[in-house]
């Protein structure tokens, strides 16, 4: 599957938060401006029309699941990412976003914050999907195998689905 290094083309986006169930929160990141069925009811959230949401992951806080089905293969999101500087890290470091960076550059010594829902995808050992670089400032999530409507995306923090090398957390579920 060919990735592009551009947004969703032609269009100006913008992030809707929208209630669903409760405790929901479905950020439609994907959909362009004026084309949004059921905006502030919570309607397009439950129905599926808004392709992701933020809901409690049993055991793990917060998670990103699917409000329609995904094939294999699929992007599920294209995710634009902040760039910092190895020298930044430090600062950031000492905040809530720890947690949220990953390793970005040829060296892997600079860091990287995914907008959209990128940096809140949970770790799994057996992921439903995989990120992949398109370029120097964005990553694609793409499905692994076909992901069922309702059920959590998960990637493999360390990059590579098989890798099975300790994280520096308990894992759950």
């Not at 669903?20 to 309607?43: F, K």
């Not at 799994?124 to 959590?152: H, K, M, T, W």
Request: hydrophobic share 40%; with cysteine; net charge negative.
């Amino acid at each position: 599957m060919a990735l592009d290094s551009q947004g969703p083309p032609g269009q100006e986006h913008e992030a809707v938060p929208s209630t669903g169930q409760a405790g929901d929160l479905a950020l439609d990141l994907q959909e362009p401006l004026g084309r949004r069925a059921g905006r502030g009811n919570g309607t397009a959230a439950r129905t599926g029309a808004r392709p992701l949401s933020v809901r409690r992951a049993p055991g793990k806080g917060r998670g990103v699941f699917a409000n329609r089905a995904f094939a294999a293969g699929e992007r599920v999101e294209w995710l634009p990412v902040l760039v910092i500087p190895q020298e930044q890290l430090r600062h950031l470091d000492r905040t809530v976003l720890r947690d949220y960076y990953f390793a970005w550059g040829p060296s892997g010594r600079d860091g990287a914050l995914a907008l959209g829902f990128g940096s809140l995808y949970n770790h799994s050992y057996q992921p439903n999907a995989r990120f992949e670089i398109c370029g120097d400032e964005a990553v694609a999530l793409v499905a692994l195998r076909a992901i069922d409507r309702d059920e959590e995306i998960t990637v493999n923090y360390h990059g590579e689905p098989a890798d099975e090398a300790p994280v520096w957390f308990r894992v759950k579920g």
